[in-house]
């Protein structure tokens, strides 16, 4: 176990004063497949309750940096550090039992299952010594769940096929938000959703964000980030080039990050 990872900050009169720890820590992560470097040496802090920004062309190194966070992949050298304890994700369930919840592109659920089956899928309430399925508190807790996260889907009796986009994303982000995550990870939630789909997302993730829950958001929707994200983090080739505050940068300040690393780089091997 290592020590709470502490930042000194000026208080009044000048006094330095001890910073809330870090929620997670990413230090000096490495990995490598091959001959290719994926990830080289990144480090990356994210505060409770912090909403971040993942940006960054495909390649990359976004979504094999957020693998490792969530257990599916394992760091060749570095450390993951959640609330000041060093950990070792050797799986998903792993990662997940510590607090780290992810929401892939593609959601991972059963269109043939309602809403409640989908929200508890393998941990189902259940009554006469676990014989039967209790639906009747597994639909009480499906709706219990919707309403604290303001999630508007009438009925928890709804087939997952016949819901909206948005929709489908919100039953996604709840279903994670029933393991109590202290980090939520989401690739590209509002990917192919209409504009009025995209705020109910965007709000939801502000919502999480005002309970506690960080969040580290992975899109190429660029417009989407700011009203959301404190900070924009984007990835050149394996590395975090640059780390800004949300509050001050421009949507044209982050399209000259991305693209000018990438002409830096060209001009670079040009010569």
């Known amino acids: 176990m290592s020590a709470p990872i502490e930042s000194p ?8 004063a001890t910073a809330p720890p870090d929620r ?7 990995k490598r497949y091959g001959m290719v470097d994926a990830i080289r040496g990144v480090t990356l802090r994210v505060a409770p309750g912090e909403v971040i920004g993942l940006v960054g062309d495909n390649g990359a190194g976004k979504s094999t940096l957020m693998k490792i966070l ?13 609330d000041g304890v060093v950990q070792q994700f050797t799986s998903p369930r792993s990662s997940r039992d510590q ?3 992810m929401v892939y592109q593609d959601l991972a659920l059963c269109d043939d299952v309602d809403v409640a089956g989908n929200l508890f899928l393998g941990r189902e309430p259940r009554r006469l010594g ?5 639906r009747r508190r597994l639909h009480a807790q499906a709706r219990e769940q919707l309403d604290a996260l303001r999630v508007s889907i009438p009925l928890t009796t709804t087939a997952v096929r016949n819901l909206s986009g948005g929709q489908r994303q919100a039953v996604a982000i709840a279903r994670a938000i029933t393991f109590r995550p202290k980090l939520l990870i989401l690739d590209e939630p509002t990917a192919a959703l209409a504009v009025s789909e ?3 997302v965007l709000q939801l993730i502000k919502d999480l964000s005002a309970r506690g829950v960080s969040v580290i958001l992975i899109t190429h929707r660029l417009a ?6 404190d900070r924009l983090c984007v990835m050149y080739e394996g590395e975090l080039r640059a780390d800004m505050d949300a509050t001050t940068t421009t949507l044209e300040d982050l399209v000259a990050q991305i693209v000018g690393h990438k002409t830096r780089f060209a001009s670079r091997e040009d010569h």
């Open 9 to 16: 900050q000026a208080g009044s009169g000048g006094a330095l």
């Open 24 to 30: 997670v820590v990413l230090r000096d992560i490495r």
């Open 70 to 82: 969530s257990g599916a992949e394992t760091p060749d050298s570095g450390d993951i550090v959640l």
């Open 99 to 101: 607090g780290v919840g």
């Open 130 to 134: 676990g014989l039967l399925l209790d």
């Open 198 to 200: 995209v705020e109910t």
């Open 224 to 229: 989407d980030l700011f009203g959301v994200c």
